[in-house]
């Protein structure tokens, strides 16, 4: 079945350094892929999204690009700040699923030091 | 709009014990979910609908049940609350474009402890 994988966490990081989180998928079909943000007592919000090869999602400095060769929707910004600490969710959705559910990831938390 | 909402916010329950959490959307959505969150296990689906009338059962069903008799509205039932269903509980709700899922909007979480 449809599966996400991304790296574990903590990731620790000082203030204005590079991020990369890593995310690989397996899917049957065509899926659309996704960055959720979930922040300390809140729930999930969209990070950013792409559905289809190629595509590069981006918001809030943040991107990612939907890599269909290696499977791979790998999170990155360039410069990190304090309020970028929360935990980050890969997600598909993938049409041979019927479109209903989501499957995610198992989160990677991010601790950003002044 | 008040987007996705959750009732209640937190709730400690004795072994054994009911309880209904509901959820609200006012953004029209068809599909409506219910996930549980546990530490280094992501998100989890419980149950969800595709539409008002409409309930199927995601990874983890056993032990819960849900209504969605409205479009708007989706329950979450426990009938006999366990310790392991402690856990924080979130509703989201989403719509379909051209057959594609699009984003999902989430409720705040009902945090719930079972004693």
């Known amino acids: 079945g449809d599966s996400v994988t991304q790296m574990e966490g903590p990731v620790t990081l000082s203030e204005e350094a590079f991020l990369t989180i890593n995310c690989t998928y397996t899917?049957?079909?065509?899926?659309?892929l996704f960055w959720y943000v979930q922040y300390p007592g809140e729930g999930l919000q969209l990070l950013l999204k792409?559905?289809?090869?190629?595509d590069k999602g981006s918001n809030k400095g943040f991107e990612a690009t939907y890599r269909k060769e290696t499977t791979s929707f790998h999170l990155e910004k360039g410069s990190v700040q304090v309020s970028d600490s929360a935990v980050y969710f890969c997600?598909?959705?993938?049409?041979?699923?019927?479109?209903?559910?989501?499957?995610f990831g198992a989160g990677t938390r991010l601790f950003v030091k002044a | 709009n008040a987007g996705v909402t959750q009732t209640p916010k937190f709730r400690v329950l004795k072994t054994g014990q009911s309880m209904t959490l509901l959820c609200a959307q006012d953004?029209?959505?068809?599909?409506m979910y219910w996930y549980r969150q546990d530490p280094g296990m992501g998100l989890r689906l419980i149950h969800y609908?595709?539409?008002?009338?409409?309930?199927a059962k995601g990874e983890v069903p056993d032990g819960y049940n849900v209504s969605r008799l409205k479009k708007q509205n989706f329950l979450l039932g426990l009938e006999s609350a366990a310790p392991s269903q402690t856990s924080v509980y979130f509703c989201?709700?989403?719509?379909?474009?051209?057959?594609?899922?699009?984003?999902?909007?989430f409720g705040p979480g009902t945090r719930l402890l079972v004693l």
């Open positions: 989201a709700s989403s719509y379909s474009l051209q057959g594609v899922q699009e984003t999902q909007y």
């Open positions: 899917a049957t079909g065509y899926p659309s």
């Open positions: 792409a559905t289809k090869a190629d």
């Open positions: 997600a598909l959705s993938d049409l041979n699923t019927g479109g209903f559910k989501t499957i």
């Open positions: 953004m029209n959505h068809e599909y």
């Open positions: 609908s595709v539409g008002e009338g409409t309930t």
